[in-house]
């Protein structure tokens, strides 16, 4: 049974097949409006989550289907002590596709393992969060028309940020791609996401600390939050956590086909002026993320013969 | 028992002077009702030293667990005193059970019936990494 684990399971050309049903679903919304038509999606969320679940919801009411919902661990089984493997076996009596956040890693690899139907991983603790990325790819895409020849900035938290790891993994498997990674000294990239991904594939990439300096020369400005508690002492947080935050005036020195990503939640690394500016996808982001799972929805249940 | 002559059994050859020990453990020999000779750090014309464990009893061993601590060892299958089989060791793709993920965010630390499950991802570096949360083996 296909699932979705991790953004590596898809291919480029599944990634650029999702994209275009995604581009078709947004121009005719109506011709999908009955593809899941008595299909039933089963979000199994383990851990708080309020945009990622709405967003599988609203995908799969908006593909005619219904949704079965368990939010929290203490109100499912779990909280017995059911294993995440039985879980599965047990939902895939009742549903026909399975979206499912979990605070372990792995768990969705567990759940896809036991399961009669397709799982899509909505984020295994610090692991994976594949959806984000097609949001993500599909934003870019559809902001430059295409997802080759692009410098992308990455900004914030580059060490623990899953969705920065997802996505430098998956535009790196585009030509013409090169990255800027912008972080504090605290937060840089793992040294083994560069040795396995970018200096194995040959990826051209630089690291700063500035972000003014940086912004002139991007396509696309990823934004990420920096956490307080990321850092050892407060007097570093203090210091680094304004160089982070973009302002109408720091963008001032970037061109005017910028993007502006965030995965969100924000907190204060965009100020609340830049939504204005013509430059910020963020929410457009957030839209992107629905109809990719549309199309992601489509594929799997059309895969497993159930539509 | 002669360690010089096994009738029925197997010996690994070849293993990196060192080395023995550590597969004795993995492969759980104190376990066996039968004897096992581990012969330590002795002069060899290939390998300069090495180690050499003979077990006397015809058991199944885990060609995985031999290939991943040391994939230059041979195993020699013995059969009424003579040799009826060789085979050399390669690091393998996969490890059950051999390896315990370490990671306390991994569904392995809360599912204690999982299998412990590490793939091979980088074999220049033997790099072993968890199936599930793709933590790397700290070796």
Do not use: W
């Amino acid at each position: 049974m296909r699932s979705v684990i991790d953004i590596t399971d898809l291919s480029v050309s599944e990634i650029d097949g999702l994209m275009d049903t995604a581009v078709d679903i947004i121009a005719h919304p109506d011709d999908y409006a009955e593809t899941c038509r008595r299909k039933k999606l089963a979000t199994l969320f383990f851990e708080p989550s309020t945009r990622t679940r709405l967003s599988f919801e609203a995908a799969m009411y908006e593909l005619g289907g219904n949704v079965l919902s368990v939010t929290g661990a203490a109100t499912s089984s779990a909280a017995k002590g059911e294993s995440v493997a039985d879980t599965a076996k047990t939902v895939s009596c009742y549903a026909d596709i399975i979206a499912m956040r979990h605070p372990k890693e792995g768990a969705a690899y567990v759940a896809a393992k036991n399961a009669a139907i397709p799982v899509i991983n909505a984020g295994d603790g610090g692991h994976s969060h594949p959806t984000q990325t097609l949001a993500d790819l599909l934003t870019i895409y559809r902001e430059r028309g295409s997802l080759e020849n692009v410098t992308v900035g990455l900004c914030g938290d580059l060490k623990f940020g899953r969705t920065v790891h997802s996505l430098i993994e998956a535009m790196s498997r585009y030509s013409g791609v090169r990255f800027v990674l912008i972080s504090p000294e605290e937060l840089k990239l793992p040294s083994y996401v560069k040795k396995d991904v970018l200096q194995r594939q040959g990826i051209p990439y630089e690291q700063t600390t500035d972000l003014e300096a940086a912004l002139p020369g991007l396509d696309i400005l990823y934004m990420t939050r920096v956490q307080r508690e990321r850092f050892f002492n407060e007097e570093d947080y203090l210091r680094l956590k304004d160089s982070y935050i973009l302002t109408p005036r720091k963008l001032q020195r970037a061109g005017k086909d910028l993007r502006i990503l965030h995965p969100l939640p924000r907190v204060n690394e965009i100020s609340v002026a830049v939504d204005e500016d013509p430059r910020a996808a963020y929410f457009k982001q957030v839209m992107n993320g629905k109809y990719m799972r549309m199309a992601l929805i489509l594929m799997l249940l059309k895969e497993a013969g159930r539509l | 028992m002669n360690i010089d002559s096994i009738q029925n059994g197997i010996v690994i050859d070849h293993i990196t002077a060192g080395k023995a020990m550590q597969l004795y453990n993995l492969l759980h020999l104190d376990t066996l009702d039968a004897s096992v000779a581990m012969i330590m750090n002795v002069v060899s014309r290939r390998m300069g030293r090495k180690d050499i464990i003979k077990i006397d009893a015809d058991i199944p061993v885990d060609l995985d667990v031999i290939g991943y601590v040391d994939p230059g060892a041979t195993v020699n299958f013995i059969r009424d005193g003579v040799l009826t089989e060789k085979k050399n060791i390669h690091l393998p793709e996969r490890l059950v059970n051999v390896l315990r993920c370490r990671n306390p965010r991994c569904i392995t630390s809360t599912e204690q019936e999982l299998s412990h499950i590490f793939v091979l991802t980088n074999r220049e570096e033997k790099v072993y990494r968890c199936v599930y949360c793709e933590t790397k083996n700290a070796n």
